[in-house]
C-alpha cells in the first residue's frame, strides 16, 4: 500500500482488508481471480496465461493508455512486450478492486517500475486532469506507438460517481473499435484505390491556395434546412464545401461547390454520388474511401492520408508530399482540417447540429431522411423513425448553444470533441457554427441566423 501511494496520494484511504464486495477464487494453476458484483476479473483457469494473451498484441516501445488494473496479471505481461522505451498509463477507479489487488498478490515490482503509472482517485475532476496531462505527454513521445487498451472486466466495474469519465472513455473505445469494424474493407479499397491514390494529386497541391478567404462547410444536419434558400446568393463570395451526405442535397438544388469529402469505406456512401458522377466539383478523398465512389466519379480527385492510419504502406516522403490530416473518424473533422491547410478563413460550418433537434437526426432534404420517408407505414411517423434512429446508441447530456441541456449520442459526442481539437491546434481561424440548432462547440462560435452571415458580406 505505501509503494502504491507513491503513484496515487488517494490510495491512503484504502483499507488492510479484502472487501465484502470482493469473492476470491483459487484457480486450478494456483493463482489468485476474483468477482466483483459477480463480473469475473481474471480467468478461472490461468490468469497469467490469459494476461499473456490479452497483450500479444502490443509492440516494443508502445505509449499504453490502460483501464483496468485487474489483479496486475496482464500489465506483468504488457510491461514485458513494452520493453525499456515503452510506458504504460494504467487507470483504476475501483477502490475495492485496487484494494484487492494489493492485498491478494505481491505488485512490489510493478508498483516500483518506473515504466508505469497508477491512477486512482475520488474526485472526477482531478482524475481526469491527471490522465489528460499523462495522455498529451505520451503522445507527444510517440505518436505512431500510442495505445489505447481497455481490460474489459475491470471497466465494467467503474463506479457510478464517474459519469463524465465514463462517457469519455467509452468514446474512446468506440473510437478504437470502430477502425477493426470496418477494417477489413478498409483493407480491401485501400488495395482497389492503389493506382488511382498514386495517380491523384495530394491537398498539398492546394496547401495555401485560398489563404484568408472564407468557406461555408456545409453538412447534412436538421439546420441546413434554414440555410439551403440561401446558399445560392453566397456560393459566389464563399469557398463552398460540404461532406458526402450533404452533396447530393446541393447538387438538387443547383448549388455548386468547389470540393465535396468523401471517407467512408462502406459501399452506402455511392448513394451520395450516383446521380452526380459527372460534376465539376473536386473530391477529396482518403486512400480507403469506398472503391466504388473513387472510381466512378469523373470530376478531379485530391487524396489525403491519415496519419494515424496503420493501413498505408506507402513510405513516409509520399505521404508528406501528398498530404495528410490528423483527424480522424468524422469526415466533418477531416473537411475542416482540410480547408485550414488551404488557408481558409473565415469558415462557417452549417448542418452541424451533433445532437437531436425535435428528434430530428438529419435535414429534410438528405437522402437518409428520404430513405425513413420510403420505409415509413401507417404504424410510424417520420418524427419517430428519427427517434429510433437517434437513439440506436447510447445517448450523452451536452449543452446546446444557449446553455440548456439536449441529448446526442456518443459517435456525435465524438465528432464534437475531434472539432474542438481542431479549433485548439489552429486558434488564430474563426470558426463559426452557422443556424445550429444543436451541441455547443467549444471554440467555435455559434451564429443564431443567416443574418449574421449577411453581416459578414456586406
Known amino acids: 500500500m505505501e509503494l502504491l501511494k507513491k503513484h496515487s496520494p488517494s490510495s491512503k484511504n484504502l483499507t488492510e482488508t479484502i472487501p465484502t464486495s470482493i469473492k476470491v477464487q483459487i484457480t486450478p494453476s494456483g493463482e489468485n481471480t476474483v468477482r466483483l458484483n459477480n463480473i469475473l476479473i481474471h480467468s478461472m483457469y490461468d490468469p497469467v496465461k490469459e494476461g499473456r494473451s490479452f497483450s500479444k498484441k502490443v509492440t516494443n516501445g508502445s505509449q499504453v493508455c490502460l483501464y483496468g488494473f485487474g489483479l496486475g ?59 489528460t496531462q499523462y495522455m498529451e505527454k505520451m503522445q507527444s513521445t510517440n505518436t505512431k506507438n500510442f495505445q489505447v487498451i481497455f481490460h474489459s472486466p475491470s471497466f465494467k466495474c467503474i463506479p457510478s460517481s464517474f459519469p463524465k469519465l465514463t462517457n469519455s472513455l467509452e468514446v474512446l473505445l468506440m473510437e478504437r473499435r470502430f477502425p477493426a469494424v470496418l477494417g477489413d474493407i478498409e483493407k480491401e479499397n485501400y488495395i482497389l484505390n492503389k493506382e488511382i491514390v498514386s495517380q491523384s494529386s495530394g491537398i498539398n497541391c492546394n496547401h495555401s491556395k485560398h489563404k484568408d ?36 442535397i446541393l447538387s438538387r438544388e443547383g448549388i455548386d461547390t468547389d470540393y465535396v469529402f468523401s471517407l467512408d469505406p462502406q459501399e452506402d456512401s455511392f448513394q451520395y454520388f450516383q446521380d452526380h458522377l459527372d460534376s465539376s466539383t473536386t473530391l477529396i478523398f482518403t486512400p480507403s474511401a469506398n472503391t466504388k465512389v473513387v472510381h466512378s466519379y469523373k470530376g478531379k480527385k485530391f487524396v489525403v492520408y491519415k496519419k494515424i492510419s496503420s493501413q498505408f504502406t506507402e513510405e513516409k516522403s509520399v505521404i508528406n508530399a501528398k ?73 450523452v447530456n451536452v449543452k446546446n448553444i444557449v ?56
Open 73 to 131: 496479471y496482464h500489465i506483468e505481461s504488457l510491461l514485458e512486450k513494452i520493453g525499456p522505451d515503452g510506458f504504460i498509463l494504467a487507470i483504476e477507479l475501483n477502490a475495492d478492486l485496487l484494494n484487492a489487488a494489493m492485498i491478494l498478490r505481491n505488485q512490489s515490482k510493478l508498483l516500483l517500475d518506473k515504466r508505469i503509472h497508477i491512477v486512482y482517485g475520488l474526485n472526477e475532476a482531478i482524475v481526469a486532469t491527471e490522465i
Open 213 to 248: 478567404k472564407p468557406v461555408l462547410l456545409v453538412s447534412a444536419g436538421p439546420s441546413l434546412d434554414d440555410i439551403i434558400p440561401y446558399l445560392k446568393m453566397v456560393n459566389k463570395k464563399f469557398i463552398l464545401a460540404c461532406v458526402d451526405t450533404a452533396f447530393p
Open 323 to 395: 498530404g495528410s490530416t490528423q483527424s480522424g473518424g468524422s469526415v466533418s473533422c477531416l473537411a475542416l482540417d482540410v480547408l485550414i491547410q488551404f488557408g481558409c478563413d473565415p469558415i462557417f460550418l452549417t448542418g452541424q447540429d451533433l445532437s437531436f433537434p425535435s428528434s430530428r437526426t438529419y435535414s429534410s432534404f438528405s437522402n437518409n431522411n428520404k430513405q425513413m420517408l420510403d420505409k415509413l407505414d401507417s404504424a410510424y411517423s417520420l418524427k419517430g423513425s428519427h427517434k429510433i434512429d437517434s437513439i440506436r446508441q447510447k445517448t
Open 403 to 458: 446553455g440548456d441541456n439536449v441529448v446526442t449520442n456518443q459517435a456525435m459526442y465524438s465528432y464534437i470533441r475531434g472539432i474542438e481539437e481542431i479549433a485548439a491546434v489552429n486558434p488564430k481561424i474563426k470558426i463559426y457554427n452557422l443556424c445550429s440548432h444543436g451541441a455547443k462547440i467549444n471554440k467555435v462560435i455559434p451564429l443564431g441566423s443567416v443574418n449574421e452571415l449577411i453581416k459578414f458580406l456586406a
